[in-house]
């Protein structure tokens, strides 16, 4: 029984930083792929940045150069550095975890509540 539980979500001005957290608890965090998404209202959850157990990272072209995901295995915990960020970058930020499984086995994928980001312009 996984659970995630996210922190750091505040209002900032464009321009500037926030850095939101993401603490796991009840799993194997090292084997876990773990991401950042996001949803604004009206419009889809989308995701935006995401590391893999050995460290290798992607992001949405949309954040790409701005923000930075990092993992502490030690804490079982991912960040989210937001710099210069957008009023467009509002929304609400969900932690992702998830553990690729061969067939048969399932996927283990668990979300955490979410934490609102607000940019004001």
């Known amino acids: 029984q996984g659970q995630l539980v996210e922190s750091g979500g505040g209002l900032v001005q464009a321009g500037g930083s926030l850095r939101v957290s993401c603490v796991a608890s009840?799993?194997?965090?090292?084997?876990?792929?773990m991401g950042w998404y996001r949803q604004a209202p009206g419009k889809e959850r989308e995701l935006v940045a995401t590391v893999t157990d050995d460290g290798s990272t992607n992001y949405a072209s949309s954040v790409k150069g701005r923000f930075t995901i990092s993992r502490d295995d030690a804490l079982n915990t991912v960040h989210l550095q937001m710099n210069s960020l957008r009023p467009e970058d509002t929304a609400v930020y969900y932690c992702n975890a998830k553990w690729g499984r061969p067939w048969p086995l399932e996927d283990r994928v668990y979300w955490g509540q979410g934490t609102q980001v607000t940019v004001s312009s």
């Open positions: 009840g799993i194997a965090f090292s084997r876990y792929e």
